[in-house]
């Protein structure tokens, strides 16, 4: 991936109006494009500045375009560590696409999607888990899941990889010095000392490897359905957990068509609670529908919250249905609603095979916080560590974990064949490693990650 030298510019405050806007460049012309439309208040050279903010009107052709403040961060002291501009002015679409037209005049040009942070990478200020934290800080909707972004914009997953790297260049030498020897000497070589930390460093891969689902439920949230048949009050225990009227309640059976997905907080994870139709035969042609995308959305789910109505007893749609959700394989919660009503239900024959049996009433707001607990009890199963190491929060470093530690398994296996095949799988783990941090990802894979930054960052 190569920089192309240009000074970039773009809206870094979001679309639509707000108090104040921002206006940012970046690059070696950033101050001198800004220079020929800012008229500082107190008469300041601009060329002068670094690191102040000065009050002044952003002008053009003769008009004042806007009251701004103008933001001077040199490099390598800045976001980029090359020049950067950041112009504030009022938050309309007005004034910012004013001020950013003038700047493009002298040839700076719009930047791409996380160009920003992608140039905080090129020069070397940080490394790509601490862009990619960049990303995962702006999306946080938790505190926990800041806390984690936050820890991995610090460094300090990156600090852990840095240690297993350092290990195993160290164990990657000494594998080395023995290709030079005659297989009679290999078990002198390869020492039982180098085995040990060659084993520690698996050992650590493995357990941040384990952080793995942890990171990805913090940063992207749990997606938790509530499936069951008609009229058992789905979109009722939806608008409860949300303590907001947001889905339709009726006493028709089949309300529900559209997926409705809105985030909730339970234990600091952040939860995206989808109501769906209600699960049924039907010639409806709208309500088809419905009951499809209530399957589909069962099938990308990590947890179930499995509705009946225990005023009544157990239909047959009830049962279908929770063979459905037996066979998609998720943690289901079986929720028994309508507690307010005389109870009908008998549930004897399966409470077993669910994780956990919770008694509500939606209509009157009880047994939610046990419902909750039981929830956030199912989502930490194992994983309620934000751990010293850091986490792994995404895909691929996930799947380079995963290569890095066949590497090294591999290489094992290999201790008492020749070096050159340890040397090769060391390699292997050391370049699987570097692609977390940046150093050895190709070219397209960062590619994809900037793109998928906002325009701006
Ligand atoms: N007594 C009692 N009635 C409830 C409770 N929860 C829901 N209801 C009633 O049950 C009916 C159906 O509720 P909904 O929340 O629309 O049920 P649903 O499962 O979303 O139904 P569909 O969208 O048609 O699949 C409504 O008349 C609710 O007022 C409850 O806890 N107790
Ligand atoms: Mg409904």
New binding site residues.
Partial sequence: MHQDGDTIAAISTPPGEGGIGIVRLSGPTALASTTPYFVSATQRDIASFDRQVYFGDWMHEGEVVDEVLVHVMRGPHSYTAEDVVEINCHGGQGPLNAVLASVLEQGVRLAGPGEFTQRAFMNGRIDLVQAEAVMDRIQAVTRAGLKAASAAARGQLSKTIHVFREELILAKAQIEAAVDFPDDDLPELITPALKESIQRVLEGMRALYETAEAGRLYREGASVV?A????????????ALLRDAR???????????DVLEEIITIEGIPVRLK????IRDTEDEVEKIGVDLARTTVSEADVAFW?V?S?DSLHEEDLSIFQDLKESGLPIILVL?????PQQADIASIQDEVVSVQT?????NSGLSDLERALAQVLKKDKDIVSDQGMITRVHQKDSLRRGIESIIRLQSNYDESPEFMSIDMDDALSALGEITGETTPDEVLGHIFNSFCIGK
């Fill in positions: 509530i069951g048949r008609p009229n058992v009050g789905k979109s009722s225990l939806f608008n889905a339709i309640v009726t006493h028709h059976a089949g309300t529900t068509r109501d769906v139709a209600g509705v109505d005023s609603n309508k507690a307010d009503l509500v009433s939606a209509l009157n």
